[in-house]
């Protein structure tokens, strides 16, 4: 089966908005959004394309084994058979490339949540296709007016980490990103990296940190930091998506300032809905299994906890 694909370029992130907001299915697994997307070029294993098939815009990833699958669902206004077809479609040309690089049994997509499987398995031919299989962790989304108002016992433990960090830290300046912070901000990745970064080792955002942090602007990527005696010491990181919901993308910190990850969040959220009064809520991603930080996660009160899944192509 023969598809043309393309190059995915940051002059692409029109299309994809449209796309996406084009879209009749749920559009908000984490990973489902032009910036994410456009950073695999700078992964090293692998390879990411576009194409077009019936009228949807459709992702795919190569990796440098051969291996070739669906990051994501195909974008497009088409209902939900036509969105169907286009994943068989899609699917059978993974298949071929997979079969000439010699890979069998794998995901041809990977992944989705649990509210676009709900969408699928509405057409009976989802099941002639496809079958799901669930991954690890959940993907966790905050209710923005909740975060803002902290109110009641169940958000006591982030109250008192901020009073604790105004309290320890009182001459912190929280602030837009610009780009001179750029060296001090990768010095806070690599202290990051050192420090939490081996207790969260599943998070993998190594290969797409620097990319959006230097096109943050182009990407209308909102980056806010946390600066103590001149020296930045907190990141966090996100932005408005086309379904009109936030994505929250990077957060970087020097776990030595207590209370600094809680201030990071709430800041941000603030920021957002500053701009954006209409989100309701922020997508964090998933925990992938880490019981840390799921935990971390369970203490801002998600409103929805999706589960994870990928899809085999039934032979």
Known sequence: MMIKLEPITLTDKQLYDTFIKDSQYPTNCWSGNFTYIWAHNFSKSLKIYKTFINGFLVTFIITNKGRMYLPTLPF??????????????????????????????????????????????????????????KLTGLERHYSINKLLRLKGKEFQQIRNKLNRFK????????????????HQVSELNQIWIKESGKKYKRIIDGFYFEPIIKNYANLNHHIIVIEIDQKIVGLISGEVLPNKNAWGCLTKFDKNY??????????????????????????VGSDLGDKGLAFNKERYRPVYSYKRYCLYYKQ
Do not use: M
């Not at 309290?167 to 750029?182: C, H, M, N, V, W």
């Not at 941000?268 to 309701?280: C, G, T």
């Open 76 to 133: 497009g206004a088409g209902n939900l058979e036509e969105l169907i077809e286009c994943l068989r479609i899609a699917s059978l040309a993974c298949l071929e490339q997979n079969k000439k690089a010699g890979i069998t049994n794998k995901a041809v997509i990977n992944p989705l949540n649990e509210a676009q499987l709900n969408y699928l398995k509405q057409s009976p031919l989802f099941t002639t296709y496809f079958q799901d299989s």
């Open 258 to 283: 207590d209370g600094i990850s809680e201030t990071l969040t709430i800041e941000f959220v603030k920021h957002l809905h500053q701009s954006y009064p209409y989100i309701n809520t922020i997508n």
């Open 167 to 182: 309290e320890k830290y009182p001459q912190a300046i929280i602030r837009k990103y610009t780009d001179k912070d750029f």
